[in-house]
T-cell receptor
Framework: NAGVMQNPRHLVRRRGQEARLRCSPM?????VYWYRQLPEEGLKFMVY????????ESGMPKERFSAEFPKEGPSILRIQQVVRGDSAAYFC???????????????FGPGTRLTVL | TQLLEQSPQFLSIQEGENLTVYCNSS?????LQWYRQEPGEGPVLLVT?????EVKKLKRLTFQFGDARKDSSLHITAAQPGDTGLYLC?????????????FGQGTRLTINP
């Protein structure tokens, strides 16, 4: 039973280029979350998606960042015109469909480490 | 402002000692999770606590959720070098509707042989 998969594991971009980060959730999971982690810090929520819907993007910067989770294929976090401050580890997590009474357990992928030169 | 405060942020002790990590907030959480993260990897879920006052044990690790569901603690007995890592607490916020997790800044634990 494969866990959450992310690729690439490492990504190097020059300032102004685009970065695309991919996440395949665990089998049977329909909820995907993206988090950003700076060195020596905890994870910061960015966006929560279900298939073809963005549920909560309150943690996403208003410009240059976008996310999608299409009906087919992985979830994509896209960063346009990257700047040095975008350098961080980006983690994807997934969770199964939630019953109204259930708590939310999220399972994390190994992350993509983005370095902007 | 940090919604979840973890303390201490860094802890280095000798093998065999006991330790406690704290996770505090002024907010109430519907659940609280503890993760452990190794360098270069994603967080791995250790436990979820849901009920106020709940205590869960995982071998030498004891997790407790505060009665008011605002705080939690992780106690490790007889620490071993294999316990070294970054420990993160994360709270699920009530009423937000989106079931997102809010993370503490982490406790970096080093157990010296």
């Amino acid at each position: 039973n494969a866990g959450v998969m992310q690729n690439p594991r490492h990504l190097v971009r020059r300032r102004g280029q685009e970065a695309r980060l991919r996440c395949s959730p665990m089998k049977g999971h329909s909820h995907v979350y993206w988090y950003r982690q700076l060195p020596e810090e905890g994870l910061k929520f960015m966006v929560y998606l279900q298939k073809e819907n963005i549920i909560d993007e309150s943690g996403m910067p208003k410009e240059r960042f976008s996310a999608e989770f299409p009906k087919e294929g992985p979830s994509i976090l896209r960063i346009q015109q990257v700047v040095r401050g975008d350098s961080a580890a980006y983690f994807c997590a997934s969770s199964p469909p939630l019953a109204a009474w259930a708590y939310n357990e999220q399972f994390f992928g190994p992350g993509t480490r983005l370095t902007v030169l | 402002t940090q919604l979840l405060e973890q303390s201490p942020q860094f802890l280095s002790i000798q093998e065999g000692e006991n330790l406690t990590v704290y996770c505090n907030s002024s907010s109430v959480f519907s659940s609280l999770q503890w993760y452990r993260q190794e360098p270069g990897e994603g967080p791995v879920l250790l436990v979820t606590v849901v009920t106020g006052g709940e205590v869960k044990k995982l071998k030498r690790l004891t997790f407790q959720f505060g009665d008011a569901r605002k705080d939690s603690s992780l106690h490790i007995t007889a620490a071993q070098p294999g316990d070294t890592g970054l420990y993160l607490c994360a709270g699920e916020i009530i009423g937000e509707g989106a079931q997102k997790l809010v993370f503490g800044q982490g406790t970096r634990l080093t157990i010296n042989p």
